[in-house]
């Protein structure tokens, strides 16, 4: 996610996490059954679809084919995140802060979660991406930089070589560089010895911090499935909703 992006849509989720407390000092319960209330619920209901659309054009291998030959599938994920949260927006000023019927409680409550969960799940698994991503740069570099300095060692002092290997234990290393500058002598040697030692310390904290990114964002297959769960559940109940909204209207024509 872009910073003005993450900017724009953190700015949204912000409103609609404080807007749907609104019902502590404001209710009206003739709005949601207004002409204006009707069309920001039939709007929002809209929106709402969109990430629907996108999670099946994404799993449908012929259909996803079919759409990306026009739009891009970062077009689409960016019309999923705007949509998941101004749909949501709009809903809840359907409401008009009406939260009276079990019904209308779970399906504002499930829309905070799902709303909530899907940001929140995006911008840490963008986070952690980027990060990882920078790690590994930073990693090649540090990579190139100990194979150059262990030339140099060699250069100049070939029996050294073999204890100069990037140590994985953190106690390893502490007495690897310890025992190094204890037996060196010379200062040339001395000051690429303790360069190579230094820089297979980073590359070493490097390799864990990238280790350990990679675990956290094999985690996150967890938390797509349960946002799409819960995503599910938010629809079933939406449907509901539209369900019972027109099957009771229309009693009133009867």
């Known amino acids: ?10 700015g949204l989720v912000l409103f609609f996490s404080l807007f749907w407390l609104g019902f502590l000092v404001h209710r009206s319960p003739r709005f ?27 799993r449908v291998k012929t259909l996803k084919q079919a759409v990306t030959r026009r739009v891009s599938m970062r077009t689409l994920l960016a019309w999923h995140i705007y949509a998941g949260v101004v749909g949501p927006i709009f809903v809840l000023f359907h409401t ?9 409680i779970a399906l504002t409550g499930m829309t905070v979660i ?26 090649d570099e540090l990579n190139a930089s100990y194979q150059e300095t262990l030339q140099r060692l060699r250069t100049c002092c070939a029996d050294k070589t073999a204890q100069l290997k990037p140590f994985s234990g953190f106690f390893s290393r502490l007495v690897g560089g310890a025992f190094f500058s204890a037996q060196e002598q010379e200062t040339e ?11 297979s310390d980073a590359i070493a ?14 985690l996150f297959t967890w938390w797509l499935k349960i946002h799409i769960t819960l995503s599910m559940v938010l629809y079933a109940l939406l449907a509901l909703h539209v369900w019972a909204a ?9």
Request: charged share 20%.
């Open 246 to 254: 027109i099957y009771f209207g229309l009693r009133w024509f009867s």
């Open 205 to 218: 904290d490097l390799e864990y911090a990238i280790r350990t990114h990679d675990t956290i964002k094999q």
């Open 96 to 104: 008009g802060h009406k939260f009276e019927s079990p019904l209308g």
């Open 32 to 58: 949601a059954g207004s002409f204006w209330g009707g069309m920001l619920g039939v709007s929002g209901a809209t929106l709402m679809l969109v990430p629907l659309a996108y999670l099946v054009i994404k």
């Open 114 to 139: 799902v709303v909530l969960s899907g940001f929140t799940g995006r911008y840490l698994m963008g986070r952690i991406s980027q990060e990882i991503k920078e790690k590994r740069s930073m990693l």
């Open 189 to 199: 040697t001395m000051s690429i010895g303790l360069r190579a030692i230094r820089l």
């Open 1 to 10: 996610m872009k910073e003005r992006e993450a900017l724009t849509i953190g």
